[in-house]
């Protein structure tokens, strides 16, 4: 997939307000494999929604999205299927970890159903974020910043075009977030990838081609 395209796109819950100023919400966007982009958000403007429209989960919107120019609205579930598994990558900012499960279980439910990554490179990045010692821990043990290094190494555990990237580094200090945002952009460019990430403050310090703001 190259191309993510946004044809005024407005949050349902958005409609009856005409004091909607965005550069993304009812304009026309593209987001483009291989570019960064930075979503500027204030809380309650639908940056978390965004994600999930895109990601397929939400359809309360107007408007349109496309994929290589095939709007999403007319896909099945074995497209969506598809795309979840080889196109796009999905950091939640609720991270949707399962807390009974250890951190490792937590990133290999992933990676067996893609089997993308072996589990060398799955420890070495447990080990560059600082957590190697939590891999067998239960996910319920960890905190939440914690849990946000394995969410992430659980989204970079499969082939993408695209991996959007909601509030990632909320609850991390400036070492880690900065280790995280290395890994991340590691494998994006190692695969091509376009990167989406979102933040209503406090965000990754890289080079983005693109900033918007909701």
């Known amino acids: 997939m190259e191309t993510i395209e946004l044809k005024s796109a407005l949050p349902n819950v958005f409609l009856d307000r005409g004091d909607v100023e965005s550069e993304v919400w009812n304009r026309d966007v593209t987001f483009r494999k291989g ?74 439910i992933k990676n067996k159903l893609t089997g993308f990554k072996n589990q060398k490179d799955i420890v070495q990045w447990f080990d560059r974020l600082g957590i190697a010692d939590k891999m067998n821990s239960k996910v319920d043990h960890l905190s939440f910043g914690q849990q946000q290094r394995v969410a992430m190494i659980r989204a970079l555990a499969q082939p993408f075009d695209f991996i959007l990237a909601d509030e990632p580094i909320s609850h991390l200090d400036e070492g880690n977030s900065r280790v995280m945002a290395d890994i991340m952009m590691e494998e994006a460019k190692r695969q091509g990838a376009g990167v989406i990430v979102t933040s209503i403050g406090k965000h990754m310090t890289l080079n983005y081609d693109t900033v918007l703001h909701l």
Not at 79 to 96: A, G, P, Y
């Open 35 to 108: 570019h960064l982009y930075l979503v500027e958000a204030a809380s309650g403007t639908g940056k978390s929604s965004l994600c999930s429209y895109i990601i397929g989960y939400r359809h309360d919107y107007q408007g349109h999205i496309l994929f290589d120019g095939k709007d999403i609205s007319d896909f099945g579930v074995a497209q969506w299927t598809d795309m979840r598994q080889h196109h796009l990558s999905h950091l939640f900012q609720e991270l949707r970890l399962f807390p009974e499960l250890t951190a490792m279980e937590n990133v290999m």
